[in-house]
Every structure is written in structure tokens, then in C-alpha cells.
């Protein structure tokens, strides 16, 4: 995979395909065989293979993703989706757009935390990155987030203190942090997080939240700085 | 219902007349994942981190049994902590339409007869990576199969200690593990009472000569041979004997195929769809790799082949193609359940890529197909096995 780390619009230019043919030689395998070694029975058949890929392909909607759109959906499928399993499940598939409707909605089912607007959003984004023509290899999702990362996010807290509403921060923890946190921040796949100390170090705090840690993903993208100064306010006051 | 899926696969394959010719998809795509780690379990090709799914590097397949700690490892929900399954609280349970319940323990469980067998177990989905449209699932390509030495329990004495009464005719399986978040859908799994009397389904508590390792059911397993391996239910607690085959998502939907051939779509199957039960005829080359260069000269092939609970009769090589083909030599072990391994010395002799391809007959007729019947849950994939290697002057 050919990803340099210099944009965002590199990284979504590597979303969509290169091509709309399998090469031969991933049909066949590294080895690159010579066309001259087909026999004609096989080189027939790959034939009816490529015409299947490409009529495959054609079914897709190849609607370029938008660099924000697409760190939202990444975002929200690691804060999301990657309860339960890890993204490289999600990342393997190659499937039209109706596969990952049906997915997406049998995950939601099965308490995958989306709204509507947000199951529609993965769904767009799936089905333009995993989509059946993609190349073999993706980047995985954590990767590709954090070279789409903008430069810089607005600096940590500097836009002047902001007041959080604890009663607001109740909602916003129950449909973001509590599957991986717990009921009432007591812990779960998550640390506990009523009482932590890291309440007291904003600093931390926010660092961690926005910009995510290890399996902790990042919220920058999904939250915006009130919802996290509210979620706080809600944590605080456990 | 045997029977009839055999028709689906010969009407198909009638029907289908060519195939695609799909070659295994290659390298081991997620080295980078590094699988070798606290679980222990070496050198695995890691499809997903958790809950753990891994296959085993088909070049381990030279051996006739697979290590524990190479061998595939696949789980819905990862295995339950490890003190559930290993304290002395353990119980497994037996009740539903028995005389009388049973609630025993490992060591009470050992009181009945101790039988060893060797079986091939593999995963329902192996290959379904090559399957054309793909289809969503775990993208195992050849690895998701190994042959173990079982030691264990005939389910059958445990069901007769309890008494099956007339009306039971399936027996269901639950394990310890737990999805993440309550709302998704237990494993739980039936088999007809027939297989579970089966003096060969086992309920097994060592894997070649140790206990059952944590991330392979521990401490105890079903053993179905000759079965694909979602009847062979880990991490084992409660058995229970009931009227009709199970209820829900991981019986009723997930593990069927269709009864007779569908259209590639990703619609619904339009034929009924039947449990996955037994596998099917199927073989791969262990050695050459894929990609390797060999001498120009004489070239050890090797591999194995299975065939569930029938015989392999005969293994074909091809190192043209699929234009000509000499059979294999069998060598090692035969034991009925277990794979044959088989070898072939091919002559090389033009300088250049080759594609060297194998295929299995068994002892009902059967002969591996180019490629399998597609089906929406990508089960069964018994495609011919292939691989490119160059030959070098």
C-alpha cells in the first residue's frame, strides 16, 4: 500500500481504487506467473472473472468520501464498533454497499451504539473503502485515522475554560464511553473512571479523550469540546 | 439431508461446467498484527486480534499432527476468564428432557471411559476467502483446519447415565464464553441425538497428550469427527437434550448452507437452508510454499488430505495447470477421522513459474471440485488447493 503520511487527501485518494481489474497476479498469486504459463482453459476463466469483478465493481458507488467524513466514520467505528471486536474484523471484508447496510444493521441490532445518521455515515464509508474491487491490503483503520488526523487539533483547552453541564454529560457518557467504561464509570473493558485521579489533571483529561490512547479511541473528531467538557462535568460529580 | 446436499454439489457442479479458477490469496496479510504474544500460541497468521481468530501457516501441515500451540484457534467471544473454566467450581451440566439431571464435575466425569482418537478439526469457514462474490466473515483462507489426538469421554455414556427420554432428539451444546455487551446472541449449538450417541463423539478433556489448552475449550470440549468444527463446542458447561434443533442466530442462521444450488447474490438464498454438518473431501500442498523456488529436478510435494468420516481413496498433482495430473503416494498414518498425508516427486524440468495444484477423492466418489458452490455464509470451501513456485536451473 502506497500511503505517505504527507495529507489527508493522499491518505483518501488510497480509499478509492486504483483499479477496476484484479491483476492477474494477485488472482494467481505472488508469484507473478507469465500469462504464458495459463493454460487457455484458465486464462478463459479469468476472463469470466474479471468481467465478475468488474460488473461487481460497477454496482458500487464510488462516491469519494470526504477527508472529514471519513475521520468521523473511522472515529466512530473505533469508539463504536471496536466494543465488541477489533477493527480488523471490519477491515477485511470487501463487500457491495447493501452487504454492509445488512451488516451494519445486524450489528446495531446486536448493540452496536449508532444512530441512524451514523450507522448511514459507516455505511457510506465502508462501502467506499471495502468495497469488492478494493486492493488486497488496507491500511488498517487505526492507521489510517491517525494520518488523517489534521496537523494540529485546536490546542488543548485553549479556547478559554469551558463551563461543563454535568446533567448533559450524563447522556453523552451513557451513549459514548459506557460500553467500554461501565455503568456509572465503575469499569469495564475501559478503566474506572468515577474517582480516577486523571479528573483533577485536565490536562491528561483532555489529552487522552481527544486524541484517544492505546485502545481508547479519540474523540476529537465525534464530540465537540462542550460535550467533552459536560462529560467531565458528569464524571466530577460521581 | 446427507444426501441431499450431496445432490447440491454434484447438480451444481454439473450446472457450473467451468469454474473461476481462484488460487489462494497470499501472503500472510496481517504479519503485522505479530500474533506471537501473551497467548502463547506461535507463529499463527492472526485474522482477528479479538475476540482471537488465527489460522495456522499451511507449511506446518508437513507433520501429521498439529502442535496445540500452532494449531487454528477460533472464537466467537474469546474464552470465558480463566478461573471460570479451570477452578474446581467447574460443572458441567446435563438436564432438559432427561430422566436425571446430572451435575459432575471433571474428576467424576473421568470416572467413565477414557477413549483416544485422532480428527481432523476444522472451521466451517476455511476458504472462504477464495469464495467469489465474497462474503462477509472471517477471511480464513487454507489454514483454519489441523489434526489432533482427542482424549475424552463418550458423550453417549454421559447421555445414558442421564437417562434420554423418548421425546429427545437433539442435544445442545453451551459454553462458558460471554459476548462483550448482553445483547448479542449466545453460541449455543445442537446436534441430532443420532451423532451424540455416536460412540466416536467425544467429550474431550486432552489435546494430543495435554489438557485441553484455555484457547482450545478447556477444560472440556465436544469432539464431533468427521464434523465441521462449529458441533465441536468449547469451553463445554451445560448439555441439554431437547425436542427440536436449537432456536437462535448461531443455529438458525449462522452455519447453513443451501440445500440446493443458488445464484451468487447477496439477497436471500431462495432454497432452504440446512445446518453444516459434515465436511467434505479436501487437501492441500504443505511443502513447496507459495512463491518458493525449486531446483529444476526431482521435487518433493507434500500434504495432507480429509474426507470427514470416510476414507481418502486417491490425491491428484498437477504441475501443468490442471492439464495433466498423476496421483500421490500416500504415506504415514491412516486412521479413520484423521488426514493422510501423501507425497508426489515431480521432475521439473522447464525453468520458470509453475502453478502446482492438488486434489482429493474419497471413498463415497467424491472428487474435489476447481472451486466450490458459493453460498452466502462462504462455508465449506473445497476448491482445488494451487500455488505458484519458479523454477530455477
Known amino acids: 500500500m502506497s500511503m505517505r503520511p504527507t495529507s489527508s487527501r493522499v491518505v483518501l485518494a488510497s480509499l478509492k481504487p486504483s483499479t477496476d481489474i484484479p491483476r492477474p497476479s494477485r488472482t494467481l498469486g505472488r508469484g507473478g506467473l507469465a500469462w504464458r504459463a495459463l493454460s487457455p482453459f484458465t486464462i478463459v476463466l479469468l476472463v469470466i472473472l474479471v468481467a465478475v469483478a468488474i460488473t461487481a465493481a460497477q454496482e458500487e458507488e464510488r462516491t469519494a468520501v470526504e477527508p472529514a467524513v471519513a475521520r468521523k466514520a473511522a472515529t466512530l467505528i473505533l469508539a463504536r464498533c471496536a466494543v465488541c471486536h477489533t477493527t480488523d474484523l471490519i477491515s477485511q471484508q470487501r463487500l457491495p454497499r447493501d452487504r454492509w447496510t445488512a451488516t451494519v ?86 478503566p474506572k473512571l468515577a474517582r480516577n485521579r486523571i479528573l483533577k489533571n485536565e490536562g491528561a483529561f483532555w489529552e487522552t479523550v481527544l486524541h484517544g490512547r492505546g485502545p481508547m479511541p479519540a474523540w476529537g473528531a465525534v464530540l465537540s469540546h462542550q460535550e467533552i467538557a459536560d462529560i467531565h462535568a458528569w464524571l466530577a460529580s460521581r | 439431508m446427507t444426501v441431499s446436499r450431496r445432490a447440491w454439489l454434484k447438480t451444481l457442479l454439473q450446472g457450473i461446467g467451468v469454474g473461476l479458477v481462484v488460487g489462494p490469496r497470499f501472503p500472510t496479510v496481517d504479519a503485522a498484527y505479530g500474533s506471537e504474544g501473551s497467548l502463547g500460541t506461535g507463529p499463527l497468521t492472526v485474522r482477528v486480534t479479538r475476540p482471537f481468530d488465527a489460522e495456522t501457516p499451511v507449511r506446518e501441515f508437513t507433520s501429521w499432527l498439529t502442535p496445540n500451540e500452532r494449531f487454528f484457534v477460533r472464537s466467537h467471544f474469546g474464552p470465558p476468564a480463566a478461573e471460570t473454566v479451570q477452578s474446581d467450581a467447574w460443572r458441567l451440566t446435563v438436564k432438559g428432557l432427561v430422566k436425571e439431571g446430572l451435575s459432575v464435575s471433571l474428576k467424576d466425569l473421568q470416572q467413565f471411559e477414557a477413549v483416544t482418537l485422532t480428527a481432523v478439526l476444522q472451521c466451517s469457514g476455511n476458504g472462504r476467502a477464495h469464495h467469489r462474490p465474497k462474503v462477509p466473515g472471517v477471511q480464513w483462507e487454507r489454514g483454519a483446519v489441523g489434526n489432533a489426538q482427542w482424549t475424552g469421554v463418550r458423550l453417549r455414556d454421559v447421555l445414558q447415565q442421564a437417562g434420554v427420554k423418548p421425546q429427545g432428539l437433539h442435544v445442545q451444546f453451551q459454553g462458558a464464553d460471554r459476548p462483550v455487551l448482553a445483547t448479542v446472541p449466545l453460541f449455543t449449538r445442537s446436534i441430532p441425538l443420532a451423532k451424540a450417541l455416536h460412540p466416536d463423539t467425544l467429550l474431550a478433556y486432552e489435546m494430543n497428550g495435554r489438557p485441553l489448552p484455555l484457547l482450545h475449550g478447556a477444560p472440556l470440549r465436544v469432539i464431533t469427527p468427521g464434523w465441521m468444527a462449529e458441533s465441536c463446542m468449547k469451553w463445554l458447561t451445560e448439555i441439554t437434550v431437547r425436542a427440536d434443533e436449537t432456536p437462535g442466530y448461531y443455529m438458525q442462521q449462522a452455519y447453513r448452507i443451501p440445500e440446493t444450488a443458488v445464484q451468487p447474490t447477496s439477497g436471500l438464498p431462495g432454497s432452504a437452508m440446512v445446518p453444516v454438518e459434515q465436511m467434505l473431501v479436501k487437501s492441500l500442498i504443505a511443502a513447496p510454499a507459495e512463491g518458493d523456488t525449486v531446483r529444476k529436478g526431482p521435487v518433493t510435494i507434500q500434504g495432507v488430505a480429509w474426507a470427514g468420516d470416510v476414507a481418502v481413496t486417491q490425491v491428484e498433482v498437477s504441475c501443468d495447470d490442471g492439464r495433466t495430473w498423476e496421483p500421490a503416494r500416500f504415506v504415514g498414518e491412516e486412521q479413520p477421522y484423521a488426514w493422510r498425508q501423501w507425497q508426489y516427486i515431480w521432475n521439473a524440468k522447464s525453468v520458470g513459474p509453475t502453478a502446482i495444484l492438488c486434489r482429493a477423492t474419497d471413498a463415497r466418489g467424491e472428487r474435489q471440485p476447481v472451486t466450490s458452490p458459493w453460498n452466502p455464509g462462504g462455508f465449506l470451501w473445497s476448491g482445488w488447493d494451487r500455488l505458484t513456485v519458479t523454477v530455477a536451473a
Open chain 1, 105 to 190: 444493521e445486524k450489528m446495531v441490532h446486536w448493540g452496536a451504539d449508532l444512530s441512524k445518521d451514523e450507522a448511514a455515515l459507516l455505511v457510506q464509508y465502508l462501502s467506499a473503502r471495502n468495497h469488492p474491487g478494493a486492493p488486497d491490503q488496507l491500511p488498517s483503520i487505526e492507521n489510517e485515522l491517525a494520518m488523517a488526523q489534521p496537523a494540529r487539533e485546536q490546542g488543548v483547552a485553549t479556547d478559554g475554560p469551558l463551563t461543563g453541564v454535568a446533567a448533559k454529560g450524563a447522556g453523552l457518557y451513557a451513549h459514548n464511553c459506557q460500553a467500554c467504561h461501565g455503568e456509572g464509570a465503575a469499569g469495564g473493558a475501559g
